[in-house]
């Protein structure tokens, strides 16, 4: 077997580095390469001063709970904080470590004595445990939601979704919403149920309009889609529901969603009998939580607030669809399956759900076993978008192989967004894969490229350099962040001199990657010195910028020059520049910089476009206008970003860049008129 560039001994003597960049970098590659020999070197790490150190040996136990480093988790979660403590509380949840809900308890013995994220964290994780215990705790923090102050909005989504995990009452909670008086919880309540039962709505698509009732377009079309489900699943309650939706019949919707899914679920109590039944209810399997959910959301009805009525209406048809998609789980025990029944109900058109890991071990014991791993293979290439793919693609992933590998990469994986379960199952080929790769970086294969460059990433090898290094200017033109990503990972001390010819002052990505292959490997340069005199500017900028955050000073970040990436028109590359001053139109679709641009690779004078990253930046630093009134009377001299309008004589609105060319094309004809001059 091709051996990986990186040895084990290599990586653990780097996790003793004195650069906290490096030691991080060595216990995620351990992480991922030597996962089986990794325990006591990571437990070793959890107390790391540096916190990405800590956290990247915590993610590890979250991979392995071994309970065999309970202690040494338990003594390094009661000093940690933020994303170190919760990793650690999640391998300790993981690990039903009775001891972990008592470190708590010690931890945060003030409520809040830390931050709503963080607190939020341990909830969900003591959630995890699902002892009696825990879940009474869940339920009491409740209690100190309103001590966040103006976070505890924020904070409403993560505490109810830590007690829906835990078991706590669905209506319970409703009523606590209902009736907390914070216009905020409801909404945050109502989208962790349709999250939970398998949608996806933002709080602010359930806000709805104050005393009106009027639920938001997301959610409009959400339940649109619903409605279509329940026609495809068969489920004649979709007629009904559409009818009382456009009598606004909100509490009869309700009673029908209830009605229909007490039927549903009483049709699979008969097929699969009461022991099955009162099995998977006790267990509160994949679709229990549907099934309360539509019976709390009913029995609290009239305790809602007059403008939700809509709303709970919508999220109860949401959450019946995605039941009468899942039935086939209801009552359901793996381990009895026949053989025909199992392999139907892996093949339905259904969203993964925890039963499918002990129907796949079955289905893997079949004699027939190669079959059933070419047919999932054939189903998704016939389907490429279907919601049963990424278990497909997992389950075959179990048996990879070349011909599997290569079938699997041919996969119209564009957009369908299993491109991770692809690379996972190819990158178990190991470095036999990286010939299979070959041919997306020849063909310069849009989709294929960053998915062969997440595979590479975690195969080090001499192949896998070669074949980086040999289509480099293609990548750099081309996938330049999937590029960076891959070298950094893989490490290779030959990337040097390849990275050096592309390093431009100012890019962080490229110059943090240079720096960082430059430490590992023991190499020295010149250009080391300044990445490190940018890295430390731009520390300085941070804390300078955090410090304006904690003081809610807006007009800090307003008078920052802004970093935004463009595009050369010359030679189509991307750089960052730092700018004084941009010009936004109203719409917010025009942008012109005031500052000269000169590209950084082929020095064309203020010939770019503004990509759409750049404009990303823009509208984000504009949006800080929405967040304090005082803005409004800021002077728009000192502020970077500055939105205008430009209309004509007529009120036309002109757009920016058209100004701009009008006054160019002027001040070719009359380059020293004064009034052009400053007009432009």
């Not at 006591?40 to 991979?63: H, I, T």
């Not at 619903?226 to 007629?239: E, P, W």
């Not at 206008?625 to 728009?636: I, N």
Request: aromatic share 8%.
């Amino acid at each position: 077997m091709t051996a990986f560039l990186w040895s084990f001994e290599k990586l653990a003597r780097l996790c003793d580095h004195k650069d906290p960049e490096v030691k991080c970098w060595a216990a995620d590659r351990i992480r991922h390469l030597y996962a089986k020999e990794a325990g006591p070197l990571m437990a070793g790490l959890l107390s790391d001063r540096n916190g990405s150190v800590a956290a990247q040996a915590a993610a590890y136990f979250c991979d392995d709970p071994d309970r065999n480093f309970a202690d040494a988790l338990l003594a390094a979660f009661r000093k940690s904080s933020g994303i170190v403590a919760k990793r650690l509380g999640h391998a300790l949840a993981l690990m039903k470590e009775g001891r972990f809900l008592d470190a708590v308890r010690d931890k945060h013995a003030r409520i809040p004595g830390a931050g709503p994220a963080d607190f939020a964290g341990v909830l969900m994780n003591v959630a995890l445990l699902g002892t009696d215990d825990s879940k009474l705790y869940v339920e009491d923090s409740l209690r100190h939601l309103d001590s966040f102050g103006d976070f505890k909005e924020m904070a409403a989504g993560a505490f109810f979704n830590a007690n829906i995990e835990a078991g706590t009452d669905i209506g319970k909670l409703l009523l606590f919403a209902y009736h907390s008086g914070v216009s905020g919880y409801v909404p945050a309540l109502l989208a962790e149920i349709a999250n939970r039962a398998g949608a996806w709505l933002p709080d602010d698509a359930l806000a709805g309009k104050s005393g009106k009732g009027q639920a938001s377009k997301v959610l409009a079309g959400e339940v649109e889609a619903s409605l279509a489900l329940l026609a495809r699943t068969g489920c004649d309650a979709g007629n009904a529901i559409e009818k009382l939706l456009k009598k606004r019949k909100f509490d009869e919707i309700l009673e029908e969603a209830e009605r229909t899914a007490l039927a549903i679920r009483q049709a699979k109590r008969l097929e699969r009998g009461e022991e099955a039944y009162l099995r998977w209810q006790a267990r509160r399997d994949v679709p229990f939580f549907h099934g309360a959910a539509l019976t709390a959301l009913k029995a609290t009805a009239a305790e809602a607030p007059a403008a939700q009525r809509e709303t709970v209406a919508g999220i109860a048809v949401i959450v019946l669809a995605l039941l009468a998609e899942s039935r086939s789980l209801i009552a359901l025990n793996p381990e009895t399956l026949d053989a025909d029944a199992a392999l139907d109900l892996f093949f339905e058109d259904r969203p993964d759900a925890p039963q499918d890991d002990a129907i796949m071990d079955r289905l893997s014991k079949r004699a027939d076993v190669k079959n059933l791993v070419r047919e999932a293979v054939r189903r998704v290439h016939q389907f490429p978008f279907s919601q049963m793919n990424g278990r497909l693609i997992r389950f075959a992933g179990r048996f990879i192989d070349e011909e599997l590998a290569r079938d699997m990469l041919a996969m119209d994986f564009d957009g369908s967004g299993f491109e991770d379960d692809v690379a996972e199952a190819v990158g178990g080929l190991g470095p036999l894969s990286i010939p299979l790769l070959r041919p997306f970086f020849e063909k310069n294969d849009p989709a294929g490229v960053p998915l062969a460059l997440r595979i590479l990433e975690n195969l080090p090898t001499e192949e896998a350099v070669d074949l980086i290094l040999a289509h480099w200017s293609l990548l750099w033109g081309g996938h330049r962040e999937w590029l960076l990503d891959a070298v950094d990972r893989i490490g290779d001390k030959r990337f040097i001199p390849a990275l050096k010819i592309e390093l431009r002052e100012g890019e962080q990505a490229e110059g943090e990657v240079f720096r960082l292959l430059c430490l590992i490997n023991g190499a020295t340069d010149p250009e080391l010195e300044r990445i490190k005199r940018e890295m430390e500017i731009r520390e300085e900028r941070e804390k300078r910028l955090q410090g304006a955050m904690e003081k809610e000073d807006i007009g800090a970040f307003l008078r920052e020059p802004l970093e935004i990436p463009l595009k050369c028109r010359s030679c189509r590359n991307v750089y960052h520049y730092t700018v004084g001053k941009v010009f936004v139109a109203a719409n917010g679709k025009d942008t012109v910089i005031e500052d000269h641009i000169v590209c950084k690779k082929c020095g064309a004078l203020d010939h770019y476009e503004v990509a759409n990253a750049g404009m990303i930046a823009v509208t984000a630093r504009l949006a800080l206008l929405t967040l304090d009134p005082e803005t409004a009377k800021m002077d728009r001299d000192n502020m970077s970003v500055v939105p205008i309008r430009s209309v004509s004589a007529f009120g036309k609105e002109i757009p920016l860049q058209d100004l701009v060319d009008q006054y160019q094309k002027k001040l070719r004809k009359n380059p020293e008129s004064p009034e052009l001059l400053i007009g432009f």
